[in-house]
């Protein structure tokens, strides 16, 4: 069955960076659009990066252009999400998720907290 299991949140301060991991299986991983979620309390769960299954093509929220890259690793069955400069405001759960056959996936999520 599909597995999603994301892994590397943690408390960092403001300006610091995290890179967050996301292992894949069950599924053929290399054929599948990536993405990540966030989840901030008491607010929508929000698309933050996407990257095409051959991992050519990216696209970012406006909030994290610039400071999140969103890539993959086809061999190893896992995508990242680098995050730079962080924000107190990027505090949330992420979620890494894959869409197959109508159907979107979802891992069980990590939390970052970004605070002094």
């Known amino acids: 069955q599909v597995q999603l299991v994301e892994s590397g949140g943690g408390l960092v301060q403001p300006g610091g960076s995290l890179r967050l991991s996301c292992a894949a299986s069950g599924f053929t991983f290399s054929n599948s659009a990536m993405s990540w979620h966030r989840q901030a309390p008491g607010k929508e769960r929000e698309l933050v990066a996407r990257v095409t299954s051959a991992g050519d093509s990216t696209n970012y929220d406006d909030s994290v252009k610039g400071r999140f890259t969103i890539s993959r690793d086809n061999a190893k069955n896992t995508v990242y999400l680098q995050m730079n400069s962080l924000k107190p405001e990027d505090t949330a759960v992420y979620y890494c998720?894959?869409?197959?056959?109508?159907?979107?996936?979802w891992g069980q999520g990590t939390q970052v907290t970004v605070s002094s």
């Open positions: 998720s894959t869409r197959l056959s109508f159907r979107r996936y």
